[in-house]
DNA sequence: GTCGTGACTAAAC
DNA sequence: CGTTTAGCCACGA
């Protein structure tokens, strides 16, 4: 016969079995996946990492993300909407030189992104 | 539960 | 250009 005392850890376990990574924590993975696969000299804005990891209405979590946690990800690379940098201050100051390193160019106070823009894989043939 | 806030954004003025 | 407004989602008080 099987012991009645409880295991340790089992509903844990159980849930992870039935529900896999939780629905926030898919959100967070595919996002920073695709934050890490801008390469070195382009860039994308919250909006566009949003929607290329799955979810068009989630750029506020973007930035959450990047706000809580960066480590391991290139965050310099992620801009406002028209290659606005939206750090203040300090922050933006760096993460204009860090850009600046990589061989961005801006015009003005906005990274120029008819040139830096990167352009994420979609499923659409042009 | 509500409410305010934030590395957001698009539109309107 | 700049400011305001409304819509959006997560979080903490």
Do not use: C, N
């Amino acid at each position: 016969m099987r012991d009645a005392r409880p295991v340790p850890g089992a509903k844990l376990k159980r849930r992870i079995i039935r529900d896999g990574l939780r629905s926030d924590e898919l959100r967070e993975a595919a996002i920073r996946r695709v934050i890490r696969s801008i390469p070195k000299g382009k860039v994308a804005t919250y909006g566009q990492v949003a929607a290329a990891a799955g979810y068009p209405l989630y750029h506020r979590l973007v930035a959450r993300i990047l706000r809580s946690d960066a480590t391991g990800l290139p965050w310099q690379r992620v801009l406002g909407a028209g290659g606005q940098i939206k750090l203040r201050q300090a922050a933006a100051y760096e993460q204009r030189l860090r850009l600046e390193m990589e061989g961005v160019k801006f015009k003005g106070k906005r990274v120029d992104m008819q040139a830096h823009q990167h352009r994420f894989r979609t499923w659409e043939l042009d």
